[in-house]
């Protein structure tokens, strides 16, 4: 999808001059951002989502966490992710795209950015 915006604005020469701002941090888009034809993308961080996800899982499965004993706000949750500007791209590139984050998945309360709030979800 920014591929074919910037290839829209490009077309018009309005690239660089309307801000577009994407999501799920593809690769693709970063060099879109080094070059400042896309404004930002967020990197909804699958590390952390599918590795917690699954560790949460485990533990579950091993008996280590009862889920029937957590309270609602617990059992639901978001995890941080990373706003990748042409200021942060060096660090994602470094952190992400050249390794990839250390996390320790039985640190099951490490992930969470804040609880959902359940009054809220529609």
Known sequence: ??????????AEGLNGKIKVVGFDGIGDILPMIQ???????????PYLQ???????????LKGDLDTSTMKPE???????????????????????????????YSDLKFCISSPMDLNNLH
């Open 1 to 10: 999808m920014g591929a074919l915006v910037e290839e829209g604005l490009r």
């Open 35 to 45: 070059s400042g034809d896309i404004t930002a993308t967020y990197f909804s961080n």
């Open 50 to 60: 599918a590795g917690y996800g699954l560790a949460y899982d485990y533990a579950a």
């Open 74 to 104: 617990d059992r639901m949750f978001t995890t941080k992710g990373v706003l990748i500007s042409t200021s942060t791209i060096a660090d994602f590139q470094k952190n992400f795209v050249d390794s990839k984050p250390d996390y320790d």
